[in-house]
């Protein structure tokens, strides 16, 4: 029997995932909550196998929340059901660690499929949403988990430009460009400035 955790503020919606899931025999839901705060204390989230999770939510959003969840059971699958389609919203998803990611028009029969491939080891994807992972295959690599002003930062960095001269650029404040700066060393695992300039300043000329 395969454990399913969801979070979902829409309580039809809620509900009506819990009727199919629990319609299958090889699933049961242990868990429904319309928020990530209204978890009880005592909900022992290492019994659960793969989470079913909105972005969208009152309090902490689906990405925070899934990232606190995989800090505490690594082997969480999580599966990202929702109505955004931005680029940004879908690598978040998967840089915190999502296998999943599908939009709420999936018919009952396409949730089982993906809850199944995900048991797996698969990716379940919507189709529109897999068309935009294999584009961004074609980008820099610097695009792939960048949200687009981290990218706009990266660019003038790696042209050697200054974090004034970056803030006047882009209209923004001194402490947002180190910001930026700050998730850009994390995400792209680099360590300083001349890091940037040396991997990055030839693809941005």
Do not use: W
Not at 23 to 51: K, M, Q, R, W
Not at 61 to 76: D, S, T
Not at 87 to 106: H, I, P, W
């Amino acid at each position: 029997m395969t454990n399913i955790l969801i979070i979902e503020d829409n309580t039809t919606l809620l509900n009506t995932f819990v009727e199919i899931i629990n319609l299958n025999n090889n699933y049961n839901v242990v868990g429904a909550f319309t928020s990530y705060e209204s978890i009880p204390n005592d909900f022992n989230i290492t019994n659960v196998d793969i989470l079913i999770t909105d972005i969208q939510l009152p309090g902490i959003n689906g990405i925070q929340g899934l990232k606190k969840l995989k800090k505490v059971h690594p082997k969480l699958i999580a599966v990202v059901i929702t109505v955004h389609e931005d680029s940004e919203y879908v690598f978040d998803a998967l840089c915190a660690g999502a296998v999943g990611y599908l939009v709420k028009n999936l018919d009952p029969l396409n949730l089982i499929h993906s809850l199944e491939q995900a048991k797996n080891g698969g990716a379940p994807m919507s189709a529109n949403i897999a068309r935009k992972v294999v584009e961004s295959f074609s980008t820099k690599p610097a695009e792939k988990t960048l949200t687009k002003r981290e990218n706009d930062v990266l660019q003038l960095l790696a042209k050697g430009k200054s974090y004034p001269s970056i803030a006047k650029e882009l209209f923004i404040s001194l402490n947002t460009v180190k910001g930026h700066t700050k998730k850009i060393y994390e995400k792209l695992q680099l360590k300083s400035k001349q890091e940037i300039i040396e991997k990055y300043n030839t693809s941005f000329k």
